[in-house]
């Protein structure tokens, strides 16, 4: 489970980097208090999650072993050419002023859910739920002893023995908390910088390592061979 956790945790976290949703967080902050914006993130995220995980569990169930990596390295990709071709939050943003009257939290929550149905980071968490990385971590295992021994002492063992609840917790919590995390360091990074992110550059990270992790996602089987 630590290893699914820990996937989700790092790839939504990444994904939203200068991400609509981010953007999204640093106005609500400039409204609400920090502490509403982030329960109100963490409420919506969680509900949009925890059946996005489930529904990718489901599909991926009926996917071929040995064609799950290049479904899923072929989302990747796309993701991080979704990254790098940017978002905006006009009507997110028409949301918020909607739902300013429901009070603090839900006036966060209810544009958050709404900026998450259909967003890259629900189809990513389906995508990881789906198929969390075993390839990967069957060249980590094998990448030597060390390796194997430090993942070992952390509990990290191949996904696919993982049990269902496992994988399906494993997957909503890292990526619900992931997105919290990334929110947080945007709001935070925002109020120094004057609300200002580096989008430019941090879409190019986040699109690159995309690409990198889903390419690495559909050779990872050849080469723990």
């Not at 544009?111 to 149905?117: G, I, K, N, R, S």
């Amino acid at each position: 489970m630590l290893y699914v956790f820990a996937v989700s945790l790092i790839l939504v976290m990444i994904g939203e980097l200068a991400d609509k949703s981010q953007l999204l967080a640093l106005v609500l902050a400039t409204r609400y208090g920090v502490w509403q914006v982030l329960l109100g993130i963490l409420s919506a995220t969680f509900v949009v999650h925890f059946f996005s995980a489930g529904f990718g569990q489901l599909v991926g169930g009926f996917i071929p072993v040995g064609v799950m990596p290049w479904v899923s390295g072929v989302l990747f990709v796309f993701f991080g050419l979704w990254t790098l071709r940017g978002d905006s939050i006009d009507d997110e943003e028409e949301s918020v002023d909607h739902g300013a009257r429901l009070g603090p939290v839900l006036a966060v929550a209810v544009p958050f859910f709404l900026a998450e149905l259909g967003d890259k980071t629900q189809i990513m968490t389906i995508t990881i739920a789906a198929d969390p990385g075993g390839a990967l971590l069957s060249v980590l295992k094998n990448s030597g002893p060390s390796v194997s021994r430090a993942l070992a002492a952390l509990g990290i063992e191949s996904s696919g023995t993982l049990a269902p609840s496992a994988r399906f917790w494993g997957v909503t919590l890292g990526s619900t908390l992931g997105m919290v995390i990334a929110d947080a360091l945007a709001i935070g990074i925002g109020r120094v910088l004057g609300a200002r992110l580096p989008e430019r550059l941090l879409t190019r990270i986040s699109g690159a390592v995309f690409i990198g992790f889903g390419v690495l996602t559909m050779v990872a089987p050849y080469l723990a061979e």
